[in-house]
């Protein structure tokens, strides 16, 4: 089992940033590609970001390409999401996710394990 927690979600102004941070326990960590999805209010879950389990890979949604920074740090078990340039439209809760396998992956369904989410919102 793999319990994955998320912070730093918070309130801030559009045009500022956020660092969200998740931490993962239970199997191992290395060997498996980590993303980060967000939902908004009536909106269906949506891909933000994932890395591949070396690192050299990153993949990024359209809507925050030259934004978000998706990176990893193995030996402590997590993976981060800087985001810069912050938009009301960003405004989701935000879930970490590890997935099945190794290989970039930008589907739900290709990711196993989720964490609880941590609530990031944009004001105008």
């Known amino acids: 089992q793999v319990q994955l927690v998320e912070s730093g979600g918070g309130l801030v102004q559009a045009g500022g940033s956020l660092r969200l941070s998740c931490v993962a326990s239970g199997r191992t960590f290395t060997v498996y590609a980590m993303g980060w999805f967000r939902q908004a209010p009536g909106k269906s879950r949506e891909f933000v970001a994932a890395i591949r389990w070396s690192s050299s890979d990153t993949y990024y949604a359209d809507s925050v390409k030259g934004r978000f920074t998706i990176s990893r740090d193995n030996a402590m078990n997590t993976v981060d999401l800087q985001m810069n340039s912050l938009k009301p439209e960003d405004t989701a809760v935000y879930y970490c996710?590890?997935?099945?396998?190794?290989?970039?992956?930008?589907?739900?369904?290709?990711?196993?394990?989720w964490g609880r989410g941590t609530q990031v919102t944009v004001s105008s």
């Open positions: 996710a590890q997935a099945y396998g190794s290989v970039l992956a930008t589907r739900s369904s290709e990711y196993r394990y």
